[in-house]
């Protein structure tokens, strides 16, 4: 992993300057560095982007700017509050939002706790039916390894 040329932080932006025929400069800066990293590229060259709008292109790039319309907020709003604003805004960020609590919860969908006296093959259906859905979404991402995980993971409960 490349590291920032101004800290230590990691490269998250790399920039590949071309600066004549056949003659490249590559540059590596992380998202704290990259406005003064455009600012300092451009000191005398009134051409240039300013490093706010460069850093406003670079928000817009990275996340959508479709707004809820019942509460306004802006999928970028949410990235930096981490609280969204209604609850209509799941449907509206959908795409965005399945992905990361897939990422962080491991599954989109709410389980919750099992009673005790539950019986063990209702708590078995359950199970494969979760390892069922992960194997799919593990086959769509073309996670082949941890479809294979799944996939043994299904074998091994369906033999009990």
């Known amino acids: ?6 800290c230590d932080s990691p490269a998250t932006i790399h920039v590949t300057e071309v600066l004549g025929e056949g003659k490249f400069e590559e ?14 590229s451009s000191d005398g060259d009134s051409s240039k982007t300013s490093a ?12 959508p700017q479709q707004a ?18 209604c609850a209509r805004d799941y449907q509206v960020f959908r795409n965005e939002l399945m992905p990361l609590l897939e990422n962080i919860h491991g599954d989109t969908r709410h389980i919750g706790k099992t009673p005790r ?4 093959t209702k708590l078995a259906e359950a199970e494969l039916l979760q390892l069922r859905q992960r194997l799919k ?3 769509e991402r073309e996670d082949y390894e941890e479809a294979a995980r799944v996939r043994d993971q299904i074998k091994t409960l369906e033999e009990v």
């Open 1 to 6: 992993m490349q590291k920032c040329e101004r």
């Open 27 to 40: 540059h590596h800066v992380c998202e704290q560095c990259y406005p003064k990293y455009v600012h300092d």
């Open 52 to 63: 706010a709008e460069v850093a406003s292109e670079l928000d817009e790039a990275l996340f």
């Open 68 to 85: 809820c319309p019942e509460c306004g907020l802006k999928f970028i709003d949410f990235r930096n509050n981490h609280r969204l604003g």
């Open 117 to 120: 006296r539950y019986p063990q």
């Open 137 to 139: 979404r593990a086959v």
